[in-house]
């Protein structure tokens, strides 16, 4: 997130909530529902979804295709993120071929697949690289706005509950729902109307475990149809269908209200002076709605003791560098060393400069530190306009913030045989041309040397990585679902205090 100027929050976040408002059951014609998607208040996208009948091999089946489109701003910049999501399905909901495409910057994330006996397999292909996996599909698996058309076909009455396994676009993973109905109550819509809406519960697990990011209250209308959904990700997330006019109105490019930066922000109660030189902190973490100890991670750097209460901890994090804390494991897995769509460390361009770079020294460190300074040096258009680009972009045009400094740093390291992943966390900043204060959202990268991870930002010229980094999640970007690491920065959005007790 922050650089010098600060860097950006991590994008996919903002749009992870937005696959769960759609179009109630399909009817024999074609039809289209449009919503307006708001955040914090602010107005930053819409969605399109388009639902018509198709014929298969003599077999009716239903196309439906969704697009979402948002638009929000990072300081003095703009972002558009754009998101495309089709499936084909029965008449009863069931899926049998998917396909999702993400643009977040040059290039196209695309994942695909058909279910056969039983199971999907999934391709997810971009910046020409190619990864497949099979995972379980049962004839029970719905898409994203199965509930709809569970309502639609019958509509719920209070106190009734329902359990629908969802598949999540924005995650490529089957998400177990429960739905639970409320009493009819009188619901204002975004054109300031009023209608009589029954209020639905929605909470969400995966592989077993409660996923409160995803939970939500739908009001849906006496046929089913969802007119709003609210959630409390990033802040506040409100989406309410309306008309295509009303859905597609523009966020004035360069003019939007929402500011990604700036709304994300963690305020503290004390000052940290000089962050990039602190070597110690000690701190207090509060998560209103849950236990912090389920979210943030213990490593090398930084570990986790009870606090006064089950929402609450205390965590000391260290700067630590390549002889500090306890050996692990002689190798890691190969997924680390691999490339993937967003680390492409088998790109032409990524090798000649890593070889260049890094190649000449023959200790692993030296060439970490060798990269992790190149890549500082050389990103100079430091810009917030990028939403996430993979590592061979980042090496052409040389622009972005810190994710672009991350993946492309990672990249290079592997290139080059040194285990890499992405961190994902906070950094406290203090930037008074920017009237920033507080810990924002950030991305830096790890190494696997001397039989550790350890941490190093590009962002910031860091070799040994200050202790106001705090990590929530780390990640090698595999595979078809590589943004679920992402999830825990929506969990404690607006939920999270943070009280440095002591620093050194």
Known sequence: ???????????????????????????????????????????????HTFIEKVSEKGRELYRVRQDQVYTFARLNDTVTMKMMYGTIETSEGEVLRLDTRTLTSDNEIRVYGDAIKGEMNLTMEGTGQRQEVTIPWGHEIRGPYAAEQSMARKPMGEGETRAIKMYIPDLNRVVDFTFKAGAISEIPLGDGSRRSLRKV??????????????????????????????????????????????????????????????????????????????????????????????????????????????????????????????????????????????????D?????????????????????????HWVFENIRDKNFAIAFAPAGEVARNLSGDCSEHAVL???MSRAVGIPSRVAVGLLYVDNTKQKLKGFGYHVWHEVYVNQRWVALD??????????????????????????????????IQGKLEIDPIEFR
Not at 468 to 485: N, Q, Y
């Open 348 to 372: 032409d361009r990524i090798k000649t400069l890593a070889k260049r770079v890094g190649g000449a020294k023959q200790n692993p460190w030296d060439r970490a530190v060798q990269i992790e």
């Open 201 to 346: 519960e929605q909470t969400a697990s995966l592989d077993g475990k409660p996923q409160p990011v995803l939970d939500a209250t739908l009001w849906a209308d006496s046929g089913g149809q969802v007119l709003k959904l609210e959630s409390d990700m990033m802040g506040g997330i409100v989406m309410y269908r309306t008309t295509k006019e009303g859905a597609i109105a523009p966020v004035p490019r360069g003019n939007a209200k929402f500011d990604e930066i700036r709304s994300t922000m963690i305020a503290t109660n004390k000052i940290i002076p000089d962050p990039r030189r602190t070597r110690y902190v000690q701190y207090r973490l509060t998560l209103k709605d849950g236990d912090p100890a389920q979210i943030f991670p213990s490593d090398g750097r930084q570990s986790i003791q009870p606090g006064p209460d089950k929402k609450s901890l205390v965590m000391n994090v260290l700067a630590a560098g390549p002889g500090d804390g306890t050996p692990g494991p002689l190798v890691v897995d190969a997924t680390y060393l691999q490339p993937n769509a967003i680390i492409t460390s088998e």
């Open 1 to 47: 997130m922050f650089h010098r100027p600060p860097r950006k929050p991590v994008p996919a976040c903002v749009i992870l909530c937005t696959g769960l408002l759609l179009l109630a059951s399909p009817p024999a014609r074609a039809q289209e529902a449009w919503d307006a998607v708001f955040l914090k208040g602010n107005k930053i996208g819409h969605v």
């Open 458 to 491: 590009s962002s910031w010229d860091q070799s040994s990585v200050d202790a106001t980094h705090i990590k929530l999640a780390d990640t090698s970007l595999e595979g078809v679902a590589p943004f679920e690491a992402f999830l825990p920065i929506a969990r």
């Open 409 to 411: 740093a990672a990249a």
